[in-house]
């Protein structure tokens, strides 16, 4: 809501307006050894527990301005011991918002690796995750979903497994909902109630108009929708019918990044339907129709104005792009059966990938022939990557990045030899022949340079005005 982007901006100018904090951060980039930086790092510690022998001439301000260092030391590394403790845990339980937040930053970062937390702040999360005030609520959720232990998780599994069932809680309080529960799942799998809201998030997932809110619950049934199929009625139909929305409707504006709808959401879809069972056939043909479109637009280069304003995020375009594409082909891998359409996507989305291992920084072509790995694996693998065999073989013998090169034997080492009549797989020694002969017939490119981590990873011939910089240009 506007208001809550109000109070998040003001948050941001409030923390940039401490002069002592700013200064202190200020004095510890000028720093040039680690010597000096612990030096003065002591130095700071050493004026804060001064001050707290004080509480109570301390100001709100104050407390908030030395607890912001503590956090800032411990970021930095330097250990803190029990500094600040009970100035944070005041700021906790402060009625102000802008000292909450400080109070629970503090417990979020330096109390993460803390074996038990105090009865004191599980008391205070307690009380503020049922205050009813949306904010205050939602920080003691987010101190929740990071620091909870099985203590917390026991008292409060089942007033925030009640959040997602209420119609009337807003979107913003679900969302830290469904993050709490993945931290429960992953504490407890055993204590997770898959019965009491399995069906719940089987219809937020297929109709909620919020997609900030379905990215926030994908990523829980990820983990916990496979645990308990039954208990999740209908979850590969609605995956399917909200993939299938994403890759061929208009969505929100606000949902799409360098004109990539949800890309996100869109990755997050296609990992978790990898994870679930095989769908029907008409749920089938929905997902491979998706499937199309998606890798369709992933090779789709992006157009040179928007507006009438030149597009200049083309290295953001195309990453979000190769994500989406590399996650397909997982899910291609993933429906292994020998039937057309299955065949038809796999052949689809090997083509576009083969692209990817030209011109293309080591990142790129390692997701790339990955994902060709897991397509050389099914059933129908060989006989969709023969036709690229060749392209294999050239990338192998010019390249140079370890991991990319152990990636590329592996694909090749389930192919059959192309010099035999009869289906006999690659061996080591004849792949490192192809490649050594191939080497030798390619002439290096005299004057060439190389091709960076980050550079232009466009594809192959179809961006010959690509900028030299990997950055991109805002």
């Known amino acids: 809501s506007r208001r809550r982007m109000a109070w998040e901006s003001s948050r941001v100018t409030a923390m940039s307006q401490m002069r002592g904090l700013r200064n202190f951060i200020y004095e510890i980039k000028k720093c040039k050894t680690p010597q000096e930086e612990t030096a003065r790092v002591d130095h700071e510690l050493q004026k804060i527990r001064n001050a707290f022998e004080n509480p109570k001439k301390l100001s709100g301000y104050d407390r908030k301005k030395y607890v912001n260092k503590l956090v800032m030391i411990y970021l930095l590394g330097h250990k803190i011991a029990a500094v600040g403790f009970s100035e944070a845990l005041n700021l906790a339980s402060s009625p102000k918002i802008a000292e909450k937040l400080t109070g629970y930053t503090y417990a979020s970062i330096v109390m993460l690796n803390t074996a038990d937390l105090s009865s004191s702040i599980i008391e205070c ?172 637009r992933s090779t789709r280069p992006p157009p040179e104005r928007v507006r009438d304003v030149p597009f200049r995020n083309k290295l953001s375009y195309y990453h979000c792009s190769y994500a989406i594409l590399f996650q397909c082909a997982h899910l291609c891998a993933a429906y292994d059966n020998l039937s057309v359409s299955s065949r038809e996507m796999q052949t689809l989305t090997a083509g576009a990938l083969i692209k990817l291992l030209k011109n293309n920084g080591p990142t790129t072509k390692w997701g790339a022939v990955n994902a060709l790995l897991a397509l050389a694996q099914t059933r129908l693998g060989s006989e969709v990557l023969a036709p690229h065999q060749q392209q294999l073989i050239d990338c192998l013998a010019v390249e140079t990045n370890a991991v990319v090169i152990t990636e590329l034997r592996g694909v090749l080492e389930l192919l059959d030899d192309p010099a035999l009549e009869t289906p006999v797989t690659l061996t080591p020694a004849r792949i490192q022949e192809l490649a050594e002969s191939r080497r030798a017939e390619i002439a290096p490119a005299q004057g060439e340079e190389a091709v960076e981590e980050g550079d232009h990873d466009y594809f192959a011939g179809e961006h010959p005005d690509a900028p030299a910089s990997g950055s991109d240009e805002d």
């Open 125 to 296: 999360i307690r009380n503020d995750i049922q205050s009813g005030k949306e904010l205050i609520m939602s920080l003691a959720m987010n101190c929740l979903s990071t620091v909870a232990g099985r203590n917390l998780m026991t008292q409060l599994l089942s007033p925030i497994a009640n959040f997602v069932l209420l119609s009337e809680i807003s979107p913003l309080i679900k969302k830290k909902a469904f993050m709490c529960l993945l931290r429960f799942f992953r504490l407890a799998p055993e204590a997770f109630p898959h019965k009491l809201i399995g069906h719940e998030l089987s219809v937020i997932l297929e109709s909620s108009s919020d997609l900030g809110l379905v990215t926030s619950l994908v990523n829980l049934l990820r983990s916990s929708a496979p645990e308990s199929l039954p208990d999740y009625p209908n979850i590969v139909e609605a995956a399917a019918s909200r993939l299938h929305k994403l890759a061929t409707t208009t969505i929100d504006p606000c949902y799409v990044y360098h004109l990539v709808n949800a890309p996100w959401l869109t990755v997050s879809l296609l990992n978790l339907l990898q994870r679930l069972p095989m769908p029907e056939p008409g749920t089938l043909a929905s997902v491979q129709a998706s499937i199309r479109s998606l890798v369709e």
